[in-house]
């Protein structure tokens, strides 16, 4: 275990905390409950970035870019918006030293802007669907800060868009939802279940709001990416309407949905172990580091011909690698740093090595000395990416078989009361209760509903807050 990181089995928040300071991901801000993102953390967000966005545009939507400031008036637009967002506004008064006629809120998410501007874009069905997607930062009022989890400021992209009908705007929902789900197994190697919120959790505005629940590794949920149908809610808000082909008004049909720097925290909880962070390969910034081990300038001139040829053959072949030629510093220190980093292969390289014909390669998912291996010279550029696929594999099966030894059932409330604090985790219970068994449920056991599954179990049984009969089971786990 790196002697500056505490045991996660120990203290869990505090170990969190530990790896995102010595693997210098993000640090405090001045102001309370803002983080500062260090360039080593947000290169993982330029990875998740670019790799949704990619996915984004081949679904066929478009980037934009909406003002930070959005007049009080919109937010008060839509009920139930204002009302769910009301305690976390952040809202200026003053601007250019003088009190401003109406008060700007900052973005807290953008959906009336968006919406004001949708009325002015959106005049025939030829218009649509109308299909935009926004990078950006948007504030809300945090009282419990953790970073990347939640943060008063914090970093996302946020979809919008209108559709003709309710139908089409439905497929969009799940359609994103699905590519949540896939980025998230396949590339963060974070296994997910793609659900329905209850009610009393879905989006203020929204009609339906779907999500994927993640597993951290000490069996706390986090909500890692959210999809919602909107009805025609805004649309009535912001009279966003457009002619239909009988030359008929009619309202469109609206859906938003995001995700944010919070999945760096979920790589972190999911993945990190007592030595720091573990990155799947497919989000990792340094896929491959190679460390040159040298004795004297003789030596070094020869191993770093080698190194060099290495490290210019893997870039060819898209590999992002780092060579740590520091010097001053001594390999143990050098292996040390990279693996708090979770860098996924370590390769070393010394004339020891030269003379045996291989490289030493260490694979960060299966930390130890006994877990190292040895590459012949003339393969190893070729066997990296095959490497590399297999730890994304290992991962993401090893955090699958985590999630799935803490996932239980239970048939009442007295046992999910007494198994959830020895035993957090997923579980998989019936359920048919209200926005009020919710609240009791919360209460008494600081569990919530995270999702209604979207594949749901064959038969029935008995809801554990009510009794009654159901065919719905739902996933309950404390969550951040």
Not at 202 to 222: P, Q
Not at 267 to 289: F, K
Not at 305 to 334: A, T
Not at 457 to 472: D, V
Request: glycine share 6%; aromatic share 8%.
């Amino acid at each position: 275990m790196a002697k500056n990181i505490t045991n996660p089995d120990k203290d869990f928040a505090k170990w969190y905390q530990d790896v995102i300071r010595e693997a210098q991901l993000a640090d405090s801000a001045p102001v309370r409950g803002c983080m500062i993102i260090r360039p080593y953390g947000y290169s993982i967000w330029e990875n998740i970035k670019s790799n949704l966005d990619e996915r984004f545009k081949e679904t066929g939507h478009k980037n934009a870019y909406f003002p930070l400031l959005i007049p009080e008036s919109f937010i008060r637009k839509e009920a139930e918006h204002v009302e769910g967002f009301a305690p976390e506004l952040a809202i200026v008064t003053h601007g250019g030293g003088k009190k401003l006629e109406e008060p700007l809120v900052i973005r807290p998410t953008s959906e009336t802007i968006i919406n004001h501007m949708f009325s002015k874009w959106i005049n025939s069905y030829r218009d649509l669907p109308m299909l935009l997607n926004q990078w950006a930062n948007v504030v809300r009022w945090e009282m419990r800060p953790r970073a990347f989890l939640r943060t008063t400021e914090f970093l996302w992209q946020e979809g919008h868009t209108a559709h003709a009908n309710e139908k089409e705007a439905r497929e969009e929902t799940l359609r994103m939802l699905n590519v949540y789900t896939d980025f998230a197994e396949n590339v963060a190697a974070i296994p997910v279940i793609p659900g329905r919120k209850t009610e009393r959790e879905k989006f203020a505005g929204a009609v339906d709001s779907y999500t994927i629940e993640a597993m951290m590794s000490n069996g706390w949920a986090l909500q890692s990416g959210t999809s919602h149908y909107l009805g025609t809610n805004f649309a009535r808000a912001f009279d966003t309407m457009y002619l239909d082909s009988n030359n008929e008004q009619q309202f469109v049909h609206q859906t938003s949905w995001g995700v944010s720097t919070r999945l760096v925290g979920g790589v972190i909880m999911v993945h990190g172990d007592e030595n720091g962070l573990r990155l799947p390969p497919r989000l990792a910034p340094v896929q491959v580091v190679i460390i040159p081990i040298a004795r004297d300038d003789s030596a070094r001139a020869e191993v770093m011909q080698v190194v060099n040829g290495i490290r210019n053959d893997l870039k060819q072949k898209d590999i992002r690698v780092d060579v740590d030629d520091r010097e001053g510093m001594s390999p143990g220190f050098k292996f040390n740093y990279w693996e708090v980093r979770g860098v996924p292969l370590r390769l070393e390289i010394g004339p020891r090595d030269l003379q045996e014909g291989h490289v030493m390669a260490s694979p960060r998912n299966k930390p130890g000395r006994d877990c190292k291996f040895t590459i012949p010279l003339e393969s190893v550029v070729d066997r990296i990416p095959e490497l590399l696929d297999g730890i994304q594999n290992e991962m993401l099966d090893e955090a699958i078989r985590k999630r799935d030894a803490r996932t239980y059932c239970v048939e009442s409330l007295d046992d999910f009361r007494e198994a959830i604090v020895n035993n957090p985790g997923f579980y998989n219970v019936w359920w048919d209760g209200d926005a009020e068994d919710e609240a009791r449920l919360q209460q008494e056991t600081k569990a919530t509903v995270r999702c209604i599954p979207l594949e749901q179990q064959e038969g029935s049984g008995k809801c554990i807050m009510t009794g009654r009969e159901t065919s719905t089971r739902v996933i309950l786990a404390r969550a951040y």
